[in-house]
T-cell receptor
């Protein structure tokens, strides 16, 4: 089974600055997808960005980018130009492409300071 | 607005009650999921249905009974729960692995369950 590790329980960032949230993973599956989700205090899980294990380029979606280093098994989320509304829990997740089994890391609570 | 609808949003039940959580999606997804999330913890996978058949059961106690009556609906039947079962229950859907492009899960807003 896959394992996802997020070592930062909490992070603080100043408004308008960039922040990197760390995620490492371990899997024996040859092909897999990596995901980041945002969970505000309201509880809904919001999909942010996806990276496939065979993708050559790092994924980007607006202010979100994924720093994918396959050899290091890391998939860090970079949020540029932080906004107050970015304050939330952020979860890294992984799913083997040959399975419907999606697992989540422990999460990082991001607080954006004005 | 989420395209996965969960009802009820809040549920309070006693340990002897029988209740059900419901989930509905109309995105044509053929994989549906139940997750349990305790406060300040990540979602924990409980069950996955693929093409209306149970494909993953994470050794969940039998007091939780899932049901997928058709491709749009997913239920979670609750009976004789314990106070430690109090949590946010999240439903999600996705294209199954055979049709997945990226395979992201679309989540409902969750049902917050309190067991007294």
């Amino acid at each position: 089974a896959q394992k996802i590790t997020q070592t930062q329980p909490g992070m603080f960032v100043q408004e308008k600055e960039a922040v990197t949230l760390d995620c490492t993973y371990d899997t024996s599956d040859p092909s897999y997808g990596l995901f980041w989700y945002k969970q505000p205090s309201s509880g809904e899980m919001i999909f942010l960005i996806y990276q496939g294990s065979y993708d050559q380029q790092n994924a980007t979606e607006g202010r979100y980018s994924l720093n994918f280093q396959k050899a290091r098994k890391s998939a860090n989320l970079v949020i540029s130009a932080s906004q107050l509304g970015d304050s939330a829990m952020y979860f890294c997740a992984m799913r083997p492409l040959e399975d419907n089994d999606m697992r989540f890391g422990a999460g990082t609570r991001l607080t954006v300071k004005p | 607005d989420t395209e996965v609808t969960q009802t009820p949003k809040h549920l309070v039940m006693g340990m002897t009650n029988k209740k059900s959580l419901k989930c509905e999606q109309h995105m044509g997804h053929r994989a549906m999921y139940w997750y349990k999330q305790k406060a300040k913890k990540p979602p924990e996978l409980m069950f996955v249905y693929s093409y209306e058949k149970l494909s993953i059961n994470e050794s969940v106690p039998s007091r939780f009974s899932p049901e997928c009556p058709n491709s749009s609906l997913l239920n979670l039947h609750l009976h004789a729960l314990q106070p430690e079962d109090s949590a946010l229950y999240l439903c999600a859907s996705s294209h199954p692995k055979e049709r997945a492009n990226t395979g992201e899960l679309f989540f409902g807003e969750g049902s917050r369950l309190t067991v007294l």
